[in-house]
Structure formats: structure tokens, C-alpha cells
């Protein structure tokens, strides 16, 4: 998995367009920054890149606070007040619908603006601090605010304060809209990583609840929020977004882009130079890629997703026994447990007997998976009763081709393991 994401990284070319300089703090990033985290549900993180690299959240932050705004006054208050359709419209358009009075929906600023006002808390401060603790139990670690971003964004806030004061005249907004405005450039100002975004992604991914367990949203808030990601989510190039890539996701002017693949994992790039729509160029180009090679789009038919994957020893040999189908998500489950098999010369029994299916991806990761530990020194044998490693390239030819073009071998050298494992 790390290899693939840095060769994502080596992979993503030239890169294009211009670091965002309307708040001027944002102007001094380092435009060649380069990162990418994928987080699965139980809580591992792959990283490439300049992982560890703090940079704002900016409208990433969009989805979670319209979370929490309808936690905090129910889906139906919200829908009165924000609506949920595409706009085609840039992310800061001075817009409402002049039908119904509402912002197009909560992913532009005008909604997103709209959204937290909505959450509950006496002014900007106490709101920021409800806002940052959900942000950070979504994180899995304490977040805090890049104050200097803030404030250099606060000081030409222009265009936000006309859409608060244009939201007050049809009042979604009630409060004041400076201290409205001063919450959402705070709110705008968390600091994040794309490890940190990774796993805020995850948790949307796992309808809501963390890798240990922490149910921080609603599952049906959840499924909201990523509609609502899906539609709306890439501003004006959603459409194309949604038929290039595929997933729910976000988009900041920082450079950070989030996906979310529900049921499967969370997803975050990052890159400063921008898009005409604002969004990062070499991230939307790393998630076509992502999606190209991963088979991510959610519109494409996934079978059911069970998948077991144990290890036994028997007769001083160590048997992965896999069973379920098997796609991206578990193939990476089955070569993180042959990750742990100890460098050495004991014998692997890879024991396919419960695996009915694989699609191309996972069997690739499975090759892959077997031909390290070849090269780490293992005598490895497969059971392969039902053809599932088919006649696939193994990228080095001469590990496993003899032994699985024959389904249902059984390793003639360990007579008493294949027993075992077949009985
Ligand atoms: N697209 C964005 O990331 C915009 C967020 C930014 N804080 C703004 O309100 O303009």
C-alpha cells in the first residue's frame, strides 16, 4: 500500500495553476508540497509525501459543521433554512435561490456560512469551541487554529461579510454577521494534516463512528453529509467530479482534498496550487488516478464485502487462512497479515479454500503479497482450490505461476499442513 501511494506521488507529473492569494497568509505556502494518507476503518493510516505538513482545513470544513448544525437543530430545521441542490456556482458567489431564499446547499459559502450559524453556541468563540471538538474527536487527536491564517483572512472577509449580511436580510442568519463571519474564518482556520483528514474521511466512510468505537455522528446525519459531499462538494466542477473520481468529497483552498469511500476508507491529498474552481490540481489528478487504478467509483457494483483473514500455525508452518471475497479493502487486510509473518524461513501456507472470489485488484495485491514473502525467505505454498489467483501476471513471473495455474494444489511437501488446512 505505501509503495503504491508513493508512486502515486511520482506518478502525478507536472504540476499547474496558481497557489490561492486572496487571503494573503495562504500565498506563502510552499506551492510543491505533495502528500497523501489513506485511512481504513479500523484505524490504519498509509502515508506518502509531506504527511506530517500542516496547512488549514478551509471549506474541508464545510461538511462536518453542517454535521454538526443538524445534530444541534434536526435535519428538518436545517433544510428549511440551507438547500441541498448543485449550485454551478463558484464556491463564494453572492447567491441565493430566488425561489425559496435559501443557499444552494452547504458547501458553498454562502450554505456553509448559514451551517454555523446554526450550531448551537452563545457567539463565534463558543461555537468555535464545539466546532473544534468535533473536528477533533473526528481526527483522533487535539486540533488547534493557525491564528495567523485567521487573521489574515479575517482582515479581508469583505465577500463573506456580504453574504452573512445578505443571509441576515432573509433571516437564515439572526446573530451578528461580523462574529458569524469571525466563527466561520475560525472555523475555516483549523489546522489539519492529510493524515488527520484520512481520518476524519474514514470516519464519514464507517457511517460516523470511530476506529474505536466512538459513534461521533448520527449514521443518518452521516448519510447526509455525504449526499450532500457528493453533489456539491467540487463547487462548479462537481458533475465532472462525481463522473471522474466518483466519491463524496472536499476540496479547500489550502490545497487539501478529502474522499470518502463509504464502507471502505477515507482518503486525503495535498497540494497548494489550485484549479479555476479552487480546487487542488495535482489532488483532483491523484484521485482520478486513485480511482483509475483502486476501482473506487461508487457507481461501479461491489459484491458483498466479508472477509476473514487468520493465521494458524500448524506443524511449525504458518497458515493465513482467507476466506470471504475478496476486494481492494480486504486484500489489504490479508497482506497486512502476511506483513507481520516474521522475516525467516518459515514455511507460509497461503489457504485460499474459503475464497470463492477476487476482483483484479485485490488478486494483484494478493500476488504482490505472496511474492514478498518469497523474498523474504519463505517457502510459501498456496491452496487455490477454486482458481481464484487465475493466470495473473505476478509482475515477477516465476513465483507462484506453476503452483496456482493448477487449481486445487495442494502442497506436496507438507502433506500433513494441506490436510490440516483442508480439513
Ligand atoms: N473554498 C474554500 O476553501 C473557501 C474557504 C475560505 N475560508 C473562504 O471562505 O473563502
Not at 6 to 25: F, Q, T
Not at 56 to 70: E, G, N, W
Not at 158 to 171: C, E, F, G, P, S
Not at 187 to 196: I, L, N, Y
Request: hydrophobic share 40%; net charge negative.
Amino acid at each position: 500500500m505505501i509503495d503504491y501511494l508513493h508512486l502515486l506521488l511520482e506518478s502525478v507529473g507536472e504540476d499547474a495553476g496558481e497557489v490561492a492569494s486572496y487571503i494573503p497568509e495562504l500565498a506563502n505556502a510552499d506551492p510543491d508540497r505533495l502528500a497523501v494518507a489513506v485511512a481504513t476503518l479500523d484505524g490504519e493510516v498509509y502515508v506518502a509525501g509531506d504527511a506530517d505538513t500542516e496547512f488549514t482545513i478551509q471549506s474541508i470544513s464545510k461538511p462536518f459543521t453542517y454535521a454538526l448544525a443538524i445534530a444541534d437543530q434536526g435535519l428538518d430545521a436545517v433544510l428549511e433554512r440551507i438547500d441541498v441542490e448543485p449550485s454551478g456556482d463558484a464556491f463564494n458567489e453572492i447567491s441565493l435561490d430566488p425561489d425559496t431564499g435559501r443557499p444552494r446547499n452547504p458547501m458553498i459559502n454562502a450554505g456553509a456560512i448559514a451551517s454555523h450559524a446554526l450550531v448551537s453556541g452563545d457567539d463565534a468563540d463558543a461555537r468555535v469551541e464545539r466546532i473544534l471538538d468535533l473536528y477533533s474527536r473526528l481526527a483522533g487527536r487535539r486540533l488547534s487554529i493557525a491564528e495567523d491564517v485567521f487573521e489574515s483572512e479575517l482582515s479581508e472577509a469583505d465577500r463573506n461579510m456580504a453574504l452573512a449580511y445578505m443571509l441576515r436580510t432573509v433571516k437564515t442568519l439572526k446573530g451578528d454577521p461580523a462574529d458569524v463571519v469571525r466563527g466561520y474564518t475560525r472555523q475555516c482556520s483549523v489546522s489539519v494534516t492529510v493524515r488527520d483528514l484520512a481520518r476524519m474521511a474514514s470516519v464519514l466512510a464507517a457511517g460516523g463512528k470511530t476506529p474505536d468505537g466512538d459513534q461521533v455522528l448520527d449514521p443518518a446525519v452521516n448519510l447526509q453529509v455525504l449526499s450532500v459531499m457528493a453533489t456539491c462538494g467540487m463547487y462548479n466542477s462537481a458533475g465532472d467530479w462525481l463522473t471522474s473520481v466518483g466519491i463524496p468529497a472536499k476540496s479547500g483552498v489550502a490545497g487539501g482534498l478529502m474522499g470518502v469511500l463509504p464502507g471502505q476508507v477515507g482518503i486525503a491529498v495535498f497540494s497548494p496550487r489550485l484549479d479555476a474552481h479552487g480546487n487542488s490540481t495535482r489532488g483532483v489528478r491523484m484521485f482520478e488516478r486513485m480511482n483509475h487504478d483502486l476501482g473506487l467509483h461508487l457507481m461501479a457494483p461491489v459484491e458483498s464485502a466479508h472477509s476473514v483473514s487468520r493465521r494458524l500455525v500448524r506443524e511449525s508452518a504458518a497458515v493465513h487462512e482467507i476466506s470471504g471475497d475478496l476486494h481492494f479493502i480486504e486484500a489489504e487486510r490479508v497482506l497486512r497479515g502476511f506483513a507481520q509473518e516474521p522475516v525467516g524461513d518459515t514455511p507460509v501456507v497461503v489457504d485460499l479454500d474459503r475464497v470463492h472470489r477476487a476482483n483484479d485488484i485485490a488478486r494483484r495485491m494478493l500476488l504482490e503479497g505472496i511474492r514478498r514473502l518469497y523474498i523474504d525467505g519463505h517457502d510459501v505454498r498456496i491452496v487455490d482450490p477454486w482458481g481464484v489467483l487465475g493466470t495473473a501476471e505476478t509482475g515477477s513471473g516465476e513465483l507462484v505461476r506453476g503452483e496456482q495455474a493448477h487449481g486445487g494444489y495442494v502442497p506436496a511437501a507438507f502433506p500433513d499442513v494441506a490436510s490440516a488446512v483442508r480439513g
